[in-house]
């Protein structure tokens, strides 16, 4: 029963935004209906400023880490059963977040943060990487989109590459796909040039 339980822990705490909440408590705003309508860190951030968007992304990788940490912790051995759950635990959490059931399944993340926080227990060498790309790419392109896909676009590589698990690798390219899905709407916004950007003003 511990490890059904967990499953179904992994999305319950993956359905927690935190970005909502958050903003509900220190602002008495729907972040909803504000900005770009996400409840992700950087849409709070953009609309509540960086003390809330710092929590809400630490909140967002906390739902992603703690799960996998306690399927680990479970199953204490490294075989294929156990990868085979931490990574169950791992699309629970970052489906609750894309889908969470206290918002009826709709307004979810877009997944970047939580799937950092799975991926730091499934693979820490990978996500070092991962993240250097995506600090890389903000930096190159003033977009966090930008990062984030090229993020999740390396993830699969390094985790194959650190982990030699097929597992944990198609784990990592299901999220992927998932990431990618769901900033549909901001790559075609790069595309046209009309991404939010971090620093200055947009392009119209």
């Not at 993956?14 to 409840?39: A, C, M």
């Not at 996998?68 to 931490?86: K, R």
């Not at 399944?105 to 993240?131: D, E, N, Q, R, Y």
Request: aromatic share 10%.
């Amino acid at each position: 029963m511990k490890f059904l339980g967990l499953l179904l822990f992994a999305y319950l705490l993956g359905s927690v935004p935190f970005g909502l909440v958050l903003t509900r408590i220190f602002t008495s705003e729907d972040i909803r209906q504000k900005g770009s309508g996400n409840i992700g860190a950087t849409n709070v951030r953009r609309v509540a400023g960086t003390t809330l968007g710092m929590f809400t992304l630490a909140g967002d990788v906390f739902k992603g880490a703690l799960p996998v940490y306690l399927a680990g912790a479970i199953t204490g051995s490294d075989n294929l059963s156990c990868e085979i759950y931490m990574c169950s635990v791992a699309l629970l959490a970052f489906s609750g977040h894309l889908y969470p059931i206290f918002l009826k399944f709709k307004s979810g993340g877009k997944g970047v943060a939580t799937a950092a926080g799975c991926f730091i227990m499934l693979s820490p060498a990978a996500s070092i990487i991962a993240v250097t790309v995506f600090v890389i790419f903000i930096l190159l392109t003033n977009h966090v989109s930008a990062g984030s896909l090229a993020a999740a676009a390396i993830l699969p590589v390094a985790v194959l590459w650190f982990t030699r698990s097929w597992i944990i690798s198609g784990c990592a390219v299901i999220i992927t796909i998932l990431i990618y899905f769901r900033h549909r709407d901001n790559i075609k916004r790069l595309l046209k040039g009309t991404e939010s950007v971090i620093w200055g003003k947009k392009r119209l």
